[in-house]
T-cell receptor, first 112, second 113 residues
Framework: DGGITQSPKYLFRKEGQNVTLSCEQN?????MYWYRQDPGQGLRLIYY???????QKGDIAEGYSVSREKKESFPLTVTSAQKNPTAFYLC???????????FGSGTRLTVV | KQEVTQIPAALSVPEGENLVLNCSFT??????LQWFRQDPGKGLTSLLL?????REQTSGRLNASLDKSSGRSTLYIAASQPGDSATYLC????????????FGQGTTLQVKP
């Protein structure tokens, strides 16, 4: 079945450590997105990519980095510069404006 | 700047009731509007997608309407069941070419047996 796979489901980060969240899709979608979800704040866009080897900052990109070397993959790195990284991270993709988004199952990141 | 608001933030109803969730948006220049369901600790599941040229979409017991001119959408759930308990999110896809969805903060629904 086609879909989006996020891994790991749970991730723990120590202070000062960089961590990378994986997002893989087999839907042949061109566009991919990373959102952060915090209680009471809804979903906020971190980065998005509309095509391989190109990506754009979203509303809250500071402290995060991404790459898009393959159409299927859009990993998100949470760097030590992100001061409040504890959140639920969601990856999504779409094929165009007429078809809507598909989301992965999310990664919960906790700072320990 | 597009803003999306969902009212109420939480709703509790007895099983079998018909209910309406509301979503409003400030900029009527949208490509489409999408309703999602989120269970605790899970990702988002798409329920209905309404294109800007459409007035409503139906899937089973769910019906979503769109009134672009007034900046409103409603999600109607008929004959609610305990399994409908979840958070429902509304998101609009703006008319810029970035593809970004702008989300409301959601309505958390509890259907009591």
């Amino acid at each position: 079945d086609g879909g989006i796979t996020q891994s790991p489901k749970y991730l723990f980060r120590k202070e000062g450590q960089n961590v990378t969240l994986s997002c893989e899709q087999n839907l042949n979608h061109d566009a991919m997105y990373w959102y952060r979800q915090d209680p009471g704040q809804g979903l906020r866009l971190i980065y998005y990519s509309q095509i391989v080897n190109d990506f754009q900052k979203g509303d809250i990109a500071e402290g995060y980095s991404v790459s898009r070397e393959k159409k299927e993959s859009f990993p998100l790195t949470v760097t030590s510069a992100q001061k409040n990284p504890t959140a639920f991270y969601l990856c999504a993709s779409d094929i165009g404006t007429n078809y809507g988004y598909t989301f992965g199952s999310g990664t919960r990141l906790t700072v320990v | 700047k597009q803003e999306v608001t969902q009212i109420p933030a939480a709703l509790s109803v007895p099983e079998g009731e018909n209910l309406v969730l509301n979503c409003s948006f400030t900029d009527s220049a949208i490509y489409n509007l999408q309703w999602f369901r989120q269970d605790p600790g899970k990702g988002l599941t798409s329920l209905l997608l309404i294109q800007s040229s459409q007035r409503e979409q139906t899937s089973g017991r769910l019906n979503a309407s769109l009134d672009k001119s007034s900046g409103r959408s409603t999600l109607y759930i008929a004959a609610s069941q305990p399994g409908d308990s979840a958070t429902y999110l509304c998101a609009v896809h703006g008319s810029s070419n970035t593809g970004k969805l702008i989300f409301g903060q959601g309505t958390t629904l509890q259907v009591k047996p």
